[in-house]
């Protein structure tokens, strides 16, 4: 499937969704139709059971600005999906695994579109900001509540208050970036990472990125209760079952998502 209407296009491709947001005469900035699409684009993903992993990314060399504000002035409405928040995913992203792919820059909600997904592919020339205090604004779409999880509290704060980028290879080494490519690549990069989630029992995928996600905010003395219904049922499974006879009989598994 394509959608090239209003600037944002959709494929899927071997259990993927890809969606590119293709608006470079106002570097991919979002409004709120593009918020719509994406967001549509992020229910498939979470409704199909062929669907699996989703990719996101910007056309023409760089990943997103953000917010359109030449589309904000006109018409005064701001780029916030219902159900999924602002940008399409920023407030409640899939439940699905989700990778961005950077090329160029990821600026203010460009950045938070970003931090929303849960793993990040950049090439080494890309660079990120939340360059909002510059402007009198918070990072609200996000970008201050994510930040401090993925980096050190203080290194989140310093970019959060100066609003300066930093490089794909410092956000490497604090842990925000997954992988490195060359400039041209990270699409590529982030598909082949796809792939390989896409390879994995879909009950699996899920149920550990929700284990990930929620037991953050768990008590240590409590994890192991909590996690247990979800591991369970994921246990109980036909695809736990169809992964134990596949590693016997040394052959590839052939998952069902039951």
């Keep these: 499937m394509t959608d090239g209407g209003q600037g944002i296009r959709v494929k899927h491709r071997d259990g993927t969704v890809i969606v590119t947001i293709d608006r470079p005469a106002v570097r991919n900035a979002v409004d709120l139709e593009s918020a719509r699409r994406i967001a549509a684009a992020l229910d498939e993903l979470d409704r199909r059971e062929d669907l699996l992993v989703g990719v996101i990314t910007g056309a023409g060399g760089g990943f997103s600005a953000g917010m ?8 005064g409405e701001r780029p916030v999906a219902p159900g999924r928040g602002p940008f399409g995913l920023c407030a ?13 820059t990821a600026f203010g909600g460009g950045f938070e579109i970003a931090l929303a997904c849960d793993c990040v592919v950049a ?39 100066t609003g300066e980028p930093i490089g794909a290879a410092r956000a490497y080494e ?85």
Excluded: C, Y
């Design 123 to 161: 090439a080494r020339d890309s660079l990120f900001a939340l360059p909002e205090v510059k402007r009198g604004l918070v990072a609200a779409a996000g970008g201050v509540l994510r930040l401090p999880a993925r980096i050190p509290r203080n290194v989140a704060l310093e970019m959060a208050i």
């Design 174 to 258: 604090l842990g925000l970036v997954n992988r490195l490519t060359a400039p041209g690549g990270a699409l590529d990069a982030a598909l082949e990472m796809a792939a390989q989630v896409a390879a994995n029992a879909p009950l699996a995928v899920r149920a550990t990125k929700s284990l990930v996600e929620s037991s953050a905010n768990w008590p240590p003395e409590q994890m192991f209760d909590h996690q247990q219904p979800l591991v369970q049922s994921v246990r109980e499974s036909a695809d736990a079952a169809e992964g134990t006879r596949a590693f016997v009989e040394k052959r590839p598994p052939r998952w069902t998502g039951k």
């Design 68 to 75: 359109d504000l030449k589309a904000l002035a006109a018409t």
């Design 92 to 104: 409640r992203p899939p439940d699905k695994p989700l990778i961005a792919a950077v090329e160029g």
